[in-house]
Every structure is written in C-alpha cells, then in structure tokens.
C-alpha cells in the first residue's frame, strides 16, 4: 500500500465558487511539503511475473470524508484499505508498506484482528521492548549489537542485523511480538533501514523477506506511470466524481494489462 500526492492545477473559483471546495492540503513526501490538492491511497498485489495488480484506491478529499463518516480520518481510510484486501483475498496475505503504514495500531489490526503477517519500513525513533536490553530506541539497540553479515540490498552488499522485541510492552493487552532487521551500509551505521515484520526471521530466509519488501518499489513505479503516461499529475477536473472516475479509467486498463500478461 502506498501513498503520493496529486496536485490541482484548476482555478480556485469556478463560476458557482466551488472550484477547489473538497480539496485539500495534502503531504507530498517527495517535495517535502504540503499540496494543495488529493491524496491517492492505493492498494496492490505482487504477481509471480513481477508486476503489481491494483486492487483498490481510496482518494483522500474533504467530500470523501463526509460520504463516509466512518472513514472520518485518514487512519481509519488505511484501515479500511486493510480490511477490504482481507475481504477480497481472505487468507495468506503479507502487507508489505513503507513507514506511513509502520504505526503499532495497523500492525496490531493485521496481526492479531486480521491474522495475516506484514512486513514494514519503521521509524527510527521507534521505542521496543527488547529482552535483554529491556525498553529502549531501536537505534541505540542497533548500535549495541556486535554481531551481523552481509545480505544483498539492491543489488548492494549491506550490514545486517536482526533481533526480536516487542512493540507493545508484554504487560500491555496489545502485546505483540516481531523482529526487527536493520540493514545499513558501511560507514552510515547510524542511518539504517529499518523493518518490522511478523514473520519469524533467520538466516535462511532474511533475503526472502528483503526481496519482499523491494518489491513494494513497484508501486512507485505504478504513480509515475499513471502521473506521466495517464495525466495524473496534475489535476484539470475540477468536480471530485470526475476525478474519481478518471482514477478508475487509468486503473482498469493497468489491471487488464496485468492480468493478461
């Protein structure tokens, strides 16, 4: 699942003054600052060939939120997101997400509400419960830890260590247990990636869970073929149910190309 932007280029008044009424100000991570326009919430699924299926998008707007009261947030919009795959695909799934989706309450509603396993990119200022170093940032953990080898990232031979904590103390009626890998390059140990993942992580098959990970870049790659190649990135429509409407006339070609290859 990810997010992007999708910025507004019609004019702010319209003729009846409703030209940018449900428009709001969005949090566009790649320019590191508020737009003024929608946020696209967009759910896929990795095929064997290596391409990603859109499954389902939620377009984050002020008359979205009022037509569903019980969205009312942009949590409970991701949440939705969550259920909605779990409804479609019952069983088996691995939700793959980057930091947006690394908060403890999501991963608690997959493990233990929705019983799937997910594997995340994590905020470094994220506190665990670590056995033996008790409840602590996970980078100070980090930097303790002596022992680590060597895994392919990108084509890159990285550092590597993994360890299990706890996200929620085990006092806590959240409790819940995951490991933790960080993966750094030589020379940057105090700026590693992070993850967080339910499934039980070795030696064996660290790489299997990284090379699951990587993949969720293919969604990035989705938003710029549906920003450069189907004008989605930068809006003309003006009216919401336009939009909406020419989200899905962008995604339903994708999916059929997808689904024949």
């Known amino acids: 699942m990810e997010w992007t932007a999708l910025s507004k280029r019609a004019r702010y008044r319209t003729k009846k003054g409703k030209g940018m009424e449900y428009v709001g100000e969005f949090y566009d991570t790649k320019m590191q600052a508020p737009v003024r326009g929608y946020g696209l919430l967009l759910a ?138 960080l993966i750094w390059e030589e020379g940057k140990e105090n700026d590693p990636l992070l993850l967080f993942t339910s499934l039980k992580v070795t030696k064996e098959n660290l790489q299997k869970i990284i090379f699951i990970y990587n993949k969720r870049g293919k969604i990035d790659t989705l938003f710029e073929i549906l920003k450069q190649s189907f004008g989605l990135e930068r809006i003309m429509i003006r009216r919401w149910t336009g939009i909406n409407i020419m989200i899905m006339s962008c995604l339903y070609p994708l999916y059929s190309v997808f689904v024949c290859s």
């Open 44 to 181: 896929g699924m990795y095929l064997t060939t290596e391409d990603i299926v859109p499954l389902s998008f939620r377009l984050y707007s002020n008359r979205y939120i009022s037509y569903h009261p019980e969205e009312k947030s942009i949590n409970k919009m991701e949440e939705s997101l969550m259920r909605e795959v779990k409804e479609k695909f019952g069983s088996h799934i691995i939700y793959v997400g980057d930091t947006q989706f690394s908060k403890k309450m999501y991963l608690h509603i997959i493990k233990k509400d929705l019983k799937e396993d997910f594997i995340v990119r994590a905020r470094l200022k994220v506190n665990v419960e670590e056995e033996e170093r008790g409840w602590k940032n996970i980078l100070l953990i980090a930097q303790s830890v002596k022992k680590a080898y060597q895994v392919t990232w990108e084509n890159e031979e990285r550092g590597k260590f993994s360890c299990k904590a706890n996200l929620f103390s085990k006092k806590d009626k959240k409790h819940l247990p995951v490991y933790v890998i």
